[in-house]
Every structure is written in C-alpha cells, then in structure tokens.
C-alpha cells in the first residue's frame, strides 16, 4: 500500500527555519521522480522543489530558490525539506508528491503537514 505521510511543520517567526519530511512506503524514493507542493486556500497549488530519481538533481521555484534545500535518506525512504529564511508568504500547507515522471504539484500525494509564519 502506497502511503505519503509529512510531518514537521508548525509555527515558525519570519526569518526562521522548519525541516519537513515525507515518509514513504510502498514504492522507494530512488525509483521515483519527487516534488514538493504547497497549497494556500483561494491561491491553487504551487509546485516548491523536486528531485530525481537516479541522479538526486534538485530543482526549485524561483520563489524558494536559495532558502529551501530538498534532499532525501535512502535507507528510510523520507524524502526532506529544509526550509531557511522563511516569510509570511511561505505559509500554506506543504505536501509531498509522487510525480510519475513529471516534476511539478500533480501526482499521488499525502496529507500535507502545515506551515505558518508569523511573527
């Protein structure tokens, strides 16, 4: 049974820091293409950060690029989201994705774990 589950998220103060992860199970996260995802209520959804499969290329969104680091443990199937110098307009809630090839917000995802900033 496939399952996405994130945790870490919470309050954190403009200019804080926040480590999500994405615990896996049924599929590996080094056979897969992964993103992360965020989603603000009346604003869609936002694709965040992936990573490949094979080569652990990492890509991000110009509105977090240089603050937000993905990486991933092989070994515990998590895959991480360090996120640095957050601001008010990260808030959202943060959900990792199984993207079946594509990087970007579709796919097979979890629950999302929330993230809000404010001072």
């Known amino acids: 049974q496939v399952q996405l589950v994130e945790s870490g998220g919470g309050l954190a103060q403009p200019g804080g820091s926040l480590r999500l992860s994405c615990a896996v199970s049924?599929?590996?996260?080094?056979?897969?293409?992964m993103s992360w995802a965020r989603q603000v209520p009346g604003k869609g959804t936002e694709w965040v950060s992936g990573?490949?499969?094979?080569?652990?290329?990492?890509y991000y969104a110009d509105s977090v690029k240089g603050r937000f680091t993905v990486s991933r443990d092989n070994r515990k199937n998590i895959l991480y989201l360090q996120m640095n110098n957050l601001q008010p307009e990260d808030t959202a809630l943060y959900f990792c994705?199984?993207?079946?090839?594509?990087?970007?917000?579709?796919?097979?995802r979890g629950q999302g774990t929330q993230v809000t900033v404010s001072s």
């Open positions: 994705v199984r993207n079946y090839g594509y990087l970007g917000p579709n796919g097979e």
């Open positions: 049924g599929f590996t996260v080094t056979s897969e293409i």
């Open positions: 990573m490949s499969s094979v080569g652990r290329e990492e």
